[in-house]
């Protein structure tokens, strides 16, 4: 089965850039999501088609994909971005990866 | 925009089936690909599986076997069933819309429990 590898945990100070990536085989040839759970609530949406924002999510979140490896970027962090990220790609199957925990210290 | 409600047991018995509806308001069931995801406590997602339109359905190899999900326009509902049970199936389950490409929008979850 397909598996998308991303760090635990990213630490950021607020108002500063954060990076969460997400590796898998050959991911660059797939459409890779990136989700924001905050506790208790469910997944939203915040980036979809590699690189695309629905409408609503704060352009501070950018998507990229380079190689097998995948990147949210969120730029000028605020602690409201505080969650856990998970990427998500479409292969035969959807897989999600195993999430990121995003800390606005 | 689509909104999604999960409803059903929120415990079920070891080796029994679990069964979830999933009610759509707010827009057609029809052309959209419908999804069942689980989170069980403390891990990450996993998707279940989608049926799309009464015509077809796509599951996640590994619980194949035991998973069925099915489309009930006149309900503007879908369900899931997933039978034989263990405590591995302790999770959050969500409803959600399959673009595809992505799950946008998603229901606030079902929190069910497998117990004996």
């Known amino acids: 089965s397909y598996e998308l590898t991303q760090p635990p945990s990213v630490s950021v100070s607020p108002g500063q850039t954060a990076r969460i990536t997400c590796s898998g085989e050959n991911l660059g040839n797939k459409y890779v999501s990136w989700y924001r759970q905050k506790p208790g609530q469910a997944p939203v949406l915040v980036v979809y088609e590699d690189t695309k924002r629905p409408s609503g999510v704060p352009e501070r979140f950018s998507g990229s994909i380079s190689g097998s490896e995948a990147t949210l970027t969120i730029s000028g962090t605020q602690a409201v971005d505080e969650g856990d990220y998970y990427c998500?790609?479409?292969?035969?199957?959807?897989?999600f990866g195993g999430g990121t925990k995003l800390t606005v210290l | 925009q689509v909104q999604l409600q999960e409803s059903g047991p929120g415990l079920v018995k070891t080796s029994e089936t679990l069964s979830l509806t999933c009610t759509v308001s707010f827009g057609s069931i029809s052309g959209y690909y419908w999804s069942w995801i689980r989170q069980p406590p403390g891990k990450t997602l996993e998707w279940i599986g989608y049926?799309?339109?009464?015509?077809?359905?796509n599951y996640n190899p590994s619980l194949k076997s035991r998973v069925s999900i099915s489309l009930d326009k006149s309900k503007s509902q879908f369900s899931l069933k997933l039978t034989s049970v263990t405590a591995a199936d302790t999770a959050v389950y969500y409803c959600?819309?399959?673009?595809?490409?992505?799950?946008?929008?998603w229901g606030q979850g079902a929190p069910v429990t497998v117990s004996s």
């Open positions: 049926v799309y339109d009464s015509r077809g359905t």
């Open positions: 959600a819309v399959w673009r595809p490409g992505c799950f946008d929008p």
């Open positions: 998500q790609a479409w292969d035969s199957d959807l897989t």
